[in-house]
C-alpha cells in the first residue's frame, strides 16, 4: 500500500510534470506527498562548499511544487532542501529516512552522447531506492 509519496524536483518542466503525477498519487491513496530539493553541494576540501542554488532559489522551486500539488489535489505537502554530493543519493538517503514508499520523479530528454556521458539521476534512483520508483512523462 501507498502511504508516503515523495517527489524530489529541480523546477524543470519534466519535474512539473513528476509533480502533478505524485500529488494524483497521493490524493488517490490518501497518502503524505513530500517534495524535496536536492541542493547538490559542489567544492569543499581545500576551497568553499558552494550549493547549486542559493537557499531563496531552493525554497522557490519548492514553493512553486507546493502550489501545483495543490492543484492536484494534495494540500498539505511535506516539503525539503537536501544538501548532498550527488541527487540520487539524496533522493534514496531522504527516502530511507521517512519511510518512502514510492518515489516519483521525472527525467531529463537527454539523448545519445550525453545520456551516456552524464546518467540519468531517475536511472540511478530506480537501481538504488528500496521502494518503488516510478519515472513520470
Same mark, same amino acid.
Given at each position: 500500500? $501507498? ?6 524536483? !529541480? ?9 502533478? $503525477? +505524485? ?16 541542493? *547538490? =553541494? ?12 542559493? !537557499? ?6 519548492? !514553493? *512553486?511544487? #507546493?502550489?501545483?500539488?495543490? !492543484?492536484?489535489?494534495?494540500?498539505? =505537502?511535506? #516539503?525539503? &532542501? *537536501?544538501? %548532498? ?5 539524496? &533522493? *534514496?538517503?531522504?527516502?530511507? $529516512? ?8 521525472? $527525467?531529463?530528454?537527454?539523448?545519445? &552522447? ?7 539521476? +531517475?536511472? %540511478? ?10 519515472? +513520470?512523462?
Amino acid at each position: 500500500m $501507498t502511504s508516503k509519496v515523495l517527489c524530489p524536483t !529541480d523546477g524543470a518542466a519534466h519535474s512539473a510534470q513528476a509533480v502533478i $503525477t +505524485a500529488a494524483e498519487l497521493a490524493a488517490k491513496f490518501g497518502a503524505e506527498l513530500y517534495i524535496c530539493v536536492v541542493n *547538490v =553541494a559542489h567544492g569543499g576540501g581545500r576551497g568553499p562548499l558552494i550549493h547549486h542554488w542559493p !537557499d531563496a532559489e531552493a525554497q522557490q522551486i519548492l !514553493d *512553486v511544487a #507546493t502550489k501545483l500539488a495543490a !492543484d492536484h489535489g494534495v494540500k498539505a =505537502a511535506h #516539503t525539503a &532542501i *537536501v544538501i %548532498d554530493r550527488e541527487a540520487a543519493s539524496g &533522493i *534514496v538517503g531522504f527516502a530511507e $529516512t521517512h519511510g518512502i514508499d514510492h518515489i516519483v520523479m521525472g $527525467t531529463g530528454d537527454k539523448k545519445g &552522447i550525453s545520456r551516456l556521458m552524464l546518467g540519468s539521476v +531517475a536511472a %540511478d534512483v530506480s537501481a538504488r531506492a528500496h521502494c518503488s520508483v516510478t519515472v +513520470a512523462r
